[in-house]
T-cell receptor, first 112, second 112 residues
């Protein structure tokens, strides 16, 4: 069965630009979460979606946003990019609460 | 804010040695998960522990959830080079919808 697919794998953007990252969860998984991973801060929770509704949001500025579509695919958007947004962005899906997550390989975003 | 501290941060050992990684918090979690992450990839779920005092074994890996559900440990017996990676504990928030609070991580290097 296909895993969690994230596209693109690598991205280089300039400060001030915006970026959209995509995540296709495992078929049948309705919960999709996004995490930011940096060497200094580790893995930090961005937001979680379930059936197109954002149920939980981490402590990130409003420049970070996301959405989930009816087929459970999710996108996250970062506007007005800053150098500090350079990170590995990970998407994870889960069939329901209490179950472990399956993570994608991530999108490595570099802001220059 | 819920925090999970892992110790040690780094561990470099020889093949065949035993090791224990600790994951501690002042917060209670409904369950706790352990992941292993290899460079350039997303974390892979190893185990979920749910009940205080629970012990789970996965081949040479033994996971324990503290009685108060605030801490956990991972013990590896006779480590092998294939065990090399970043080990992450993650607490499932007790406050509602599924949100993982990740630990600070333990980077393990097992040399032949």
């Amino acid at each position: 069965k296909a895993g969690v697919t994230q596209t693109p794998r690598y991205l280089i953007k300039t400060r001030g630009q915006q970026v959209t990252l995509s995540c296709s969860p495992i078929s049948g998984h309705r919960s999709v979460s996004w995490y930011q991973q940096t060497p200094g801060q580790g893995l930090q929770f961005l937001f979680e979606y379930f059936s197109e509704t954002q149920r939980n949001k981490g402590n990130f500025p409003g420049r970070f946003s996301g959405r989930q579509f009816s087929n459970s695919r999710s996108e996250m958007n970062v506007s007005t990019l800053e150098l500090g947004d350079s990170a590995l962005y990970l998407c994870a899906s889960s069939p329901r609460e209490g179950y472990g997550y399956t993570f994608g390989s991530g999108t490595r975003l570099t802001v220059v | 804010t819920q925090l999970l501290e892992q110790s040690p941060q780094f561990l470099s050992i020889q093949e065949g040695e035993n090791l224990t990684v600790y994951c501690n918090s002042s917060s209670v979690f409904s369950s706790l998960q352990w992941y292993r992450q290899e460079p350039g990839e997303g974390p892979v779920l190893l185990v979920t522990v749910v009940t205080g005092g629970e012990v789970k074994k996965l081949k040479r890996l033994t996971f324990q959830f503290g009685d108060a559900r605030k801490d956990s440990s991972l013990h590896i017996t006779a480590a092998q080079p294939g065990d090399t990676g970043l080990y992450l504990c993650a607490g499932v928030s007790n406050t509602g919808f599924q949100k993982l609070v990740f630990g600070t991580g333990t980077r393990l290097l097992v040399s032949p």
